[in-house]
């Protein structure tokens, strides 16, 4: 059975590396501290490894559409490409109560265990990233102000970061094509308004879908898959007072317009 369209797009997704060249070039660096410290923690001797461990998860989270885990090799959509890596891991992993799903590469379970755990490490991670949010939003032009931390207040802010983007608004939501083999993509960024009106995290969500089949679509509503295309950026979802959210939110927003970009006039590799 052929693949959907969709999925056969998602094949010539360039992958981790070059997505994350990019939107560093766009001056976001929160991600790359963060890669830093888990290499300094595991040593440089696990380096190469560590990325070919994410540039696999990556590659499995965009081709499975998001609907699965790398990490326990379950997947509700079957991606293309399967890690013989991840596969060799998952064959060799320890599990641990209470942890049921621990990343496979075992120096990040320990990092993850030791943040857990140990409450002096995890308050001085805490105080690290949040020493680089307000250097890296007035990098990036991002002004303080004062904001009711309302959901549906975030909304004139996503309009301004995704207008500047080239999106085009419908309603409270952002439309940008990319067009490649025989047919449009459309990647669509929203907002979460439901639930609590107050935001704990970024409240934007994200979809991408074929112009001729909106129905069957990529969707992003929890911000972690971004962190399994590019591990680190889970530090935007950092809320340490209203304005991490405008910081957190550009950057998502940003990272979803690098994907976009990427996946121009792409060629059906699968032919």
């Not at 755990?117 to 105080?127: I, K, N, P, W």
């Not at 308004?193 to 704990?200: E, K, Q, S």
Request: proline content about 6%; glycine content about 6%; aromatic content about 12%.
């Amino acid at each position: 059975m052929e693949p959907h369209r969709l999925l056969r797009r998602m094949e010539t997704w360039p992958g981790r590396r070059p997505t994350q060249l990019a939107f560093e070039a766009r001056g976001y660096s929160l991600h790359r501290a963060w890669q830093a410290r888990v290499i300094a923690s595991c040593g440089e001797e696990e380096t190469d490894i560590l990325n070919r461990y994410w540039d696999d998860v990556a590659v499995e989270t965009m081709q499975s559409l998001g609907r699965g885990d790398p990490d326990t090799r379950s997947f509700m959509v079957q991606p293309r490409y399967r890690s013989r890596l991840l596969d060799e891991l998952f064959l060799n992993r320890v599990v641990e109560e209470p942890f049921r799903a621990p990343p496979l590469m075992s120096c990040l379970f320990e990092r993850y265990k030791k943040i857990y755990f140990d409450a002096a490490f995890r308050e001085g991670e805490t105080a690290f990233f949040r020493s680089l949010h307000k250097p890296e939003s007035e990098r990036l032009g991002i002004r303080p102000v004062n904001w009711s931390g309302k959901k549906r207040d975030f909304i004139p802010f996503a309009d301004e970061f995704c207008i500047a983007l080239g999106f085009k608004r419908r309603r409270n939501r952002w439309l940008k094509p990319s067009a490649g083999f025989g047919d449009t993509l459309t990647f669509e960024v929203g907002i979460d308004t439901g639930g609590n009106p107050y935001c704990i995290r970024p409240p934007v969500t994200f979809r991408i879908y074929c112009e001729n089949d909106p129905e069957f679509a990529f969707e992003i509503e929890n911000l972690d898959v971004f962190d399994r295309l590019v591990p680190g950026v889970a530090e935007y979802r950092r809320k340490f007072d209203n304005d991490d959210l405008l910081l957190g939110g550009k950057a998502f927003i940003e990272l979803f317009d690098v994907i976009a970009e990427s996946m121009k006039n792409g060629s059906d590799q699968s032919e």
